[in-house]
Nanobody, 116 residues
């Protein structure tokens, strides 16, 4: 089992920045990819970004060039640097981890609110 704990959310004005962190514990040595999803009120959860053990990253089109995902394998932690935040980025952000057995794990989420 893998446990994920997110931090770093908050309230920021449009154009501002936030950095989210997600620390993995448990059988984290089996993780081969970590990423972020978000869910706004009344909407489905959507993919934001993912990074593999090999540091290959991919992004949703809506955040590409504004958000950067990175990973510290030694700390079993993934980060999401979010720049140029806009009100439409307001959502609860969830960390996700996938292991080599294709099990998927989720954190509790951290709220990001962007005011206009």
């Amino acid at each position: 089992q893998v446990q994920l704990v997110e931090s770093g959310g908050g309230l920021v004005q449009a154009g501002g920045s936030l950095r989210l962190s997600c620390a993995a514990s448990g059988t984290s040595f089996m993780i081969n990819a970590m990423g972020w999803y978000r869910q706004a009120p009344g909407k489905q959860r959507e993919f934001v970004a993912r990074v593999t053990n090999g540091a290959a990253a991919n992004y949703a089109g809506s955040v590409k060039d504004r958000f950067t995902i990175s990973r510290d394998n030694a700390k079993n932690t993934v980060y999401l640097q979010m720049n140029s935040l806009q009100p439409e980025d307001t959502a609860r952000y969830y960390c996700n981890a996938r292991d080599i057995r294709l099990n998927s794990y989720w954190g509790q989420g951290t709220q990001v609110t962007v005011s206009s």
